[in-house]
């Protein structure tokens, strides 16, 4: 038996609570791993509230990212006791997820857990720091060097920016950060940034160009902000775009890119392939300083997380939240 928390839908009511469930319960997958802690994600907010159409088959356990023990395998690839890390792949959408003691998996989606930090701290990190990592890796291969400009960071509080904050800082790059809580200022000068904006002069409808503020961008806002992002990016310089908090639209118009060569580079952490992961947790481990990773966590139990899940949608959690099992 095991506690998760489980989302059911009957017509168009919603259902989450905390369940004990069985073993057999579980669905199919070579890998059953023993999780030690999970994480809340943006994602996993829409998921347990239902304020988005995340969970693709129910009853879902939510959780798109987790770190644990290898428990039974018939995968040549893992053995009972190896430590293991997850991160997309569909699970907590198609595929019970992280919010639980346990989970069942197929092995592909696996990395061995990262040398460099604990279950804990790769969870401090999830999702959100790695898919900062990828939108930072993404930059630098598009040429996007710290000599040449300023970066942006949109959703700077959040867990996407505020990885993408230190990322981008410890790297060299100086970092501008577009907030709508002036009043974490500190927190995000400590994480990096050396200016804030108000996110107030993104996200209003706005022209097709603008003056040319920064050679890169970060955005996991998407919306309006996406939009004023591109027309203020310099001649030559690239948008990496990973988030919709603003909205999925994208009220923009192709003069970025056809009057200043500006690309808009997507990025998708869910199903990147194995090699590009690897890398992404290597570059994560030799960046990140694990005293920062604890200023950005706060850590609660299962019980607390749909609680949790409400409050992040509302914009009042700052960094990462771990769900310790
Ligand atoms: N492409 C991928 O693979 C991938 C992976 C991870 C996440 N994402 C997406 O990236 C986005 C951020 O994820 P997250 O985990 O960082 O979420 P999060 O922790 O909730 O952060 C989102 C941040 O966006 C800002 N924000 C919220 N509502 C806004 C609005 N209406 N207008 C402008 N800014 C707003 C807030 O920052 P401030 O308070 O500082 O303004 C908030 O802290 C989400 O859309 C998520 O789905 C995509």
């Not at 904006?197 to 806002?221: H, Q, Y």
């Amino acid at each position: 038996m095991f506690k998760a928390i489980l989302i059911e839908k009957q017509e168009a009511n919603q259902r989450v609570g905390i369940q004990t469930l069985d073993d057999s319960q579980l669905p199919d997958g070579d890998v059953t791993v023993r999780v030690d802690c999970s994480t809340l994600n943006y994602k996993d907010a829409l998921a347990i509230t239902g304020k988005g159409p995340v969970v693709r088959n129910f009853p879902m356990v939510p959780g798109i990212d987790l770190a644990g023990t290898v428990e039974e395998s018939s995968s040549a690839d893992y053995q009972p006791g190896d430590r293991v890390l997850l991160n997309g792949w569909g699970v907590g959408e198609t595929h019970w997820g992280g919010l639980a003691e346990k989970a069942r998996l197929e092995s592909r989606w696996l990395i061995p857990l990262p040398s460099a930090f604990s279950a804990r701290q790769t969870m401090a990190i999830g999702t959100a720091g790695y898919t900062a990592m990828l939108a930072v890796m993404t930059l630098e291969r598009q040429g996007v060097a710290p000599d040449q400009g300023d970066v942006l960071v949109t959703g700077a509080n959040g867990g996407v920016g505020s990885y993408a904050i230190a990322l981008l800082s410890r790297l060299g790059y100086r970092v501008i950060a577009a907030t709508g809580r002036p009043q974490e200022a500190a927190y995000l000068r400590e994480l990096g940034a050396q200016q804030i904006i108000d996110r107030g002069e993104l996200s209003a409808p706005g022209r097709p160009l603008a003056k040319e503020r920064w050679a890169g961008a970060i955005d996991s806002v998407g919306s309006h902000t996406l939009a004023n992002v591109l027309a203020a990016t310099r001649y030559g310089g690239t948008v990496a775009a990973c988030g919709l908090a603003q909205g999925m639209d994208l009220p923009s118009s192709v003069a970025p890119f056809i009057l200043r060569g500006v690309t808009l580079a997507g990025i998708d952490s869910v199903m990147k392939p194995y090699s590009e992961r690897i890398e992404a947790w290597r570059r994560l481990g030799e960046l990140l300083d694990p005293g920062q990773l604890d200023a950005i966590t706060q850590t609660i139990g299962l019980d607390d997380a749909i609680k949790q899940a409400e409050e992040l949608l509302k914009g009042k959690v700052r960094g990462r939240i771990v769900v310790s099992m």
